[in-house]
């Protein structure tokens, strides 16, 4: 009877989910704080030990491993003590909360900052307004920029899903499907700037009468024709560049389209056999249809992937050839212009030409998922 007297009564469930809020603050921010000072110290320590390089990097490694680890399993322990009706709902945000507060400081802030700086002039002391979107949208160099990421968009899309898609198709028919699918998704596994350099030396010039090293210009050169410098070729130079592109995500796009397409029930497709429709028919009115997310995903990804793109230009041809795009141009202005505020109003536009593909592209799983 005293124990039960002495027990201190839960809390009032009106504080429950005031609580409840406050201990996913404390633990969304505490945990990361608390990582980032075991972290530092340990990290700090070691270097200024008098050891060798290689013992001082593998100890580093394992105690800021083992102190993140221990962190986490300690905060978890405490979260086990708390009650079931707060613990249950404060449990998540030991791991989920850190890594949405990190994403808030690596992903949103530098945004908003972002935003900031794209009212302001080169050196963001003197607010300008909306000058610097202005100049982006009439200045008739950043017009060929935003022309090129149209064009980027519309071809290297369109091309990678039907590419992937009719590939898939067909590879899905032949005996030696694995082997085929590997050469094809090889080039995914080459970085675009090695993929950059490849393609440099196959579209390689070197005046007529001397030695061609570049693939193409060889195969011209021995069909009786003139080398041509392909990449300062305007504008088709930007379908060249598109091309690596399309060559790296064909792979990329065949391997996911064709496991929809296994995806889809054999009977579904004997049952519209047995109706008459032919293989074209089969293809357009069950096949598509059925892998439609699949298609969706795939098309919202690579678009992603096309309005970031930087690498492949910047290796290529430096931006010049009228080659720029969005991502090319933005550190240019930032690094070699010094001017952070159209920089800036590039990367807003860049976010906000983005965002749309995001949103669609998360309504869409959520869709497929209900």
Known sequence: MEQIMDQSPPPPKESR?????????????????????????????????????????????????GAVWALYLITDNLVSLLPEAIRESVRPYVFVGPAMVILGVYLVYPAIRSLYLSFFNANST???????????????????VLRNN??????????VIGSGLVIAVMVDRVRWE????????????????????IWKFIYSFQPAGRPQIGLLNAIVVALGGDPQGWLILMPWNNFFLMFIMIW???????????????GV?????????????SEITIFFRVIIPYIRGTLITITTTVIIMVLK???????????????????????????????AGRASALAIILLIAVTPVIVYNVRNMRAGRS
């Open 309 to 339: 793109v930087f690498d492949i230009v910047f290796v290529m041809t430096s931006g010049q050839f009228e080659t720029q795009v969005i991502a090319n141009r933005l550190v240019q202005e930032m690094f070699t212009f010094r001017n």
């Open 150 to 159: 149209i064009m980027w968009l519309i071809f290297v899309t369109s091309f």
């Open 248 to 262: 790296i995500l064909t792979g990329f796009a065949m391997v996911v389209l064709s496991s929809a397409i296994k």
């Open 265 to 277: 029930p054999s009977e579904l497709l004997e049952a519209a056999r047995i109706d008459g429709a």
């Open 178 to 197: 694995a082997i085929a699918k590997s050469i094809i998704f090889l080039p995914m596994a080459i970085s675009a700037v090695g993929a950059s350099v």
């Open 17 to 65: 989910p005031l609580i409840s809020w406050i201990l996913r603050i404390i633990v969304s921010f505490g945990v990361p704080i608390l990582t980032a000072v075991a972290l530092w110290w340990s990290f700090t320590f070691m270097r200024d030990a008098d050891a060798n390089k290689f013992a001082v990097a593998v100890v580093a490694l394992v105690v800021g491993v």
């Open 126 to 144: 003197v607010f300008v307004g909306l000058e610097n979107y202005i100049f982006v949208f009439t200045d008739p160099a950043m017009l060929i």
